[in-house]
Structures are given as C-alpha cells and as structure tokens.
C-alpha cells in the first residue's frame, strides 16, 4: 500500500485547490475537537488530582459564592486538635467574577508562611523572602502571568484590590497557576471593609488513611453549635459542586466534538466521491494495465485517509500550539479549570482523523473497484 502514495500525492496535487480547502475544513475541525477536548482534560486531571490528594474544604453552609462566606478564623485550632488532621489552612478568597468566565481572577489570602508546605510551587522568578515579608505583596501563577503579562515588580490591581508582584510560580497542577496568592490579613483588611477574625474557607490536609468523608462528618459535627454553621466535603468534590454548571456545559461540548468529527467525515467522503467521479476512465486504464479492483480499492482508500489525516496533523498541531501559549482557563465560584494540552489530546485528535479518513474512503474506494472497464472507457469517451 506504501507504494501508492507517491501516485496519490501526484494526484492529489493535480487538484490543488480542492485539496487545500478538505485540507484546510478538516484541519478546522479538529482543531474545535482539541479545544473541546481541552477542557474536559482539564475538569479530569481537576477530580483525579483533589482525589489523590485528601484534602477537605470547610464553608459556610448554604452559601454559593466565596464572597458570601464568612468562617469564624479560630474554628482552625479547633480542627487542627482532630485525629487525622496534618494542617489546617485558612483562606480568604476575592474574585472578579463569581459566575462562569473565561478571564476570572483569583486572590487566596493564606498565611504566607503556611504557603511553602501546602503547596507544590516552584518559583520561576522572585523569592520567598520577598513575598513572606512585604504585606501587599503577591505570588502569582505562571498561567495568570502569562495573560495579563505580569513580571515580578509590577503592580496589579482589581477594583480596589492592589498588589505587588513578589513572585511567579508553576505548579505541578495547572489549575493552581490561575490563582493569585496573597497574605491573609492583607486581603481581609483590602475589600472596603474589616474581615479580620474570619475566613472564607478553611481547607484541611489530612494524614494518609484518613477517610475524608468520615471526616468531613466529624468536622460539621464539632462546628454545629458554633456560630456559623459549616459544610465540610472533600475538596474534589467542592469543586464539583463549585463547578456544577461548567460541568454541565463541558458536558454538552461533546456534541460540538461529535459534529467534528460529523464534518471531517462528510468533507473528505465528499472530495474522495468527487475524485472518483473525475477519474472514472483513469481508474479503467489503470485495470487494463493489470491494476485489480482491490488494488484501486487501496488507492482510493489512500486518498481518503492522507487527505484526513494531513488536517488532523495540522489541526491538532495548531490547537495544541495555541493552547499551551494563550494559558487559557475557565472558571466560577472561585474554582477554575485550566485547559490542557495534554498528549493524549493529541494522540486522540490524531486518531480521530486517520479513522475518519479511512471511513470516508470506503464507499468511494467500492465504488471504484467495481467499476465496469467497457462502459467506463464508452463514458468518458
């Protein structure tokens, strides 16, 4: 079969133009495949990577957005004191937008020196020190930077909200690097009004064999008589909760994925059946010289898959490209999704073009083994 495609590049190259445009569609295509595909990737690596790590988040009940929340700051002693607890980090959070967005910005408010040994930072610019011992200052995300191209010594402001660049870190977890993380009494006194003494959230980092949700129980429990009520789940799945309508919409992305891969397979079964039509007495020639109907079912079916396939590289290759230069997240409620270009991203918009090049080609590769010599030479005439 590999001897074939010298024959078919000529062919192919003899209708230039239609070959750019199958080329260039099916390119299109897979190209909104890799995008699509991005943000489930992204909502995956989210679940897999919070489950792993058995970590809970404590928040006010009954409340939807982080701006809402209001945790009295001491129920920290009082769940650091539980068996199976490692640490307890206290956070408040700030952010532009509360709803689905695909430029929503983040603060955690931590307490800077917790920071270093709950997080798996790598600083790629500024230091430690710098962000440990300056109130206003702020470590940011190497995602977040990269969009509102931010360096270390820049001033950054959200409404009444500004800070200094301390630091840009990368994180092993690329939703990490869309947060902007700042000094916890810093960002209670910096919203217009005195926070100071509660929290947004409380995130709790349990010991290995922990179970979280006997745990989570445990904590609500404790807290009943407090005044403010908690809810207390694993952090994966305040997550989920957090992102309950982006996971329904990502949901529905997969029909978007699917009419992709519709459209890859109706263009190049089109220009396949096109190629066919135009080279009916070609096809017959090539039969009288000894080629048999299985071998022209393969030139056609060569066609196909090479004309599918040169898009998919070319789809794939650019989505991928775009994705891992424009750090592009989504999020709401404070919880955000980055969309990653992973390999197996790749390797699947790959697969999906080679299959549906060599599904488009089926039916016009038939239709030209079966081709009748007589009156294919007497048509075309």
Known sequence: MFKLIPYTLKTLWRHRSRTVLTVSGTATALFVF??????????????????AKGSLIAFQANKFCPATSHLPQDYEQKIVQL?????????QVFTNNCRASLDIVVFYGVPPTKLRSTRDFTLLSGTWEDFETHQDAALVGQAVAARRNLQVGDNFSIGDLSVNIAGI????????????????????????????????????LLNPGSDPVAKSAEIDALLRGGPVETDTRPKGAFQTKSLSDLVQLIEMTHYLGYACVALVLMLVATTTLMSV????????????????GGRVFQLVMVESFLLS?????????????????????????????????????AATGLSVSAIAGTLAGFSPAIHAARINIVQALHQHH
């Open 277 to 292: 039509q135009d080279r009916i007495k070609e096809h017959a020639v090539l039969q009288i010289l000894g080629f048999s």
């Open 83 to 91: 068996a199976g607890v490692r640490e307890v980090l206290p956070i």
């Open 34 to 51: 890799c995008f699509v595909g991005s943000m489930q990737e992204g909502m995956n690596d989210l679940q897999r990577r919070q489950e």
């Open 309 to 345: 396939l040169t898009g998919g590289i070319l789809g794939t290759a650019a989505a991928i490209l775009a994705l891992r230069f424009s750090s592009l997240s989504v999020g709401a409620e404070a919880v955000t999704i980055a969309f990653i270009p992973s390999p197996r991203l």
């Open 169 to 204: 870190y990368r994180s092993e977890n690329p939703a990490e690097e869309n947060y902007i993380y700042s000094h916890l009494e810093f960002l209670q006194r910096g919203q217009g009004k005195n926070l100071v003494g509660t929290v947004t959230q409380l995130e709790i």
